[in-house]
């Protein structure tokens, strides 16, 4: 058997029936629990009085939801809810939210590992102009600089030895050797003595 198909007009009408359905049982609801907020006593619109579950554990359904449910067990529902307009309802949640935050934040710091020692910062001289620069602890060890141009001031400079000290060097020497003695990056020697290298053919 085929299934029924709907008009547009009938959509409508069935959508209109569920939503005065819904609203004569909140209508019945509110009257129940009394016409009005049970914090300030607001009772204008029906719109901005919702039902809050003092327990959310013991929720069953939500009242807005239940156009076809018994009143019985709505009644049911109803006895673990408190009614409140839409102010003191996100008040009470504010309440809520605060003590689930200070809760949350009391178990991660539970959890949080104790600071490292190598974490933090201290202050330190720029390794080119001696300038006074705070900088992480776990670079300490580290060339540290105020700024690039204090950087590439080192780095880029030219203060090789003349090329006969640097050949007698590259001779007996490591590329790691020749770096740390002149203070320069692994990179920046070894394209240095690759030059010298090509230059006096001993590649």
Not at 49 to 64: Q, R, S, T, W
Not at 70 to 79: M, R
Not at 189 to 203: F, G, Q
């Amino acid at each position: 058997m085929s299934k029924r198909k709907l008009t547009e007009e009938r959509r409508i009408y069935l959508r209109w029936q569920i939503s005065e359905r819904r609203r004569a049982l909140k209508q019945k609801a509110i009257t129940y629990k009394g016409g009005k907020c049970e914090k300030c006593g607001y009772s204008k619109s029906i719109r901005a009085l919702v039902f809050h579950h003092l327990n959310p554990d013991e929720k069953d359904f939500g009242i807005a939801s239940s156009s076809s449910t018994k009143w019985s067990v709505v009644k049911s529902e109803l006895d673990k809810c408190m009614m409140l307009c839409a102010n003191c309802h996100g008040e009470v949640h504010d309440e809520i939210d605060k003590v689930n935050n200070e809760h949350s934040y009391n178990r991660m710091r539970q959890v949080v590992h104790k600071k490292n020692e190598n974490q933090g910062s201290i202050i330190k001289e720029c390794f080119n102009c001696k300038k006074q620069i705070k900088i992480f602890k776990s670079t300490e060890r580290k060339r540290n600089f105020c700024s690039r141009k204090c950087s590439d001031e080192v780095v880029y400079k030219t203060s090789w030895e003349n090329d006969e000290v640097m050949l007698e060097l590259i001779k007996n020497n490591t590329v790691k050797e020749i770096a740390s003695r002149f203070k320069k990056s692994l990179s920046i020697t070894y394209d240095h003595i690759k030059k010298l290298k090509v230059k006096y053919s001993l590649v």
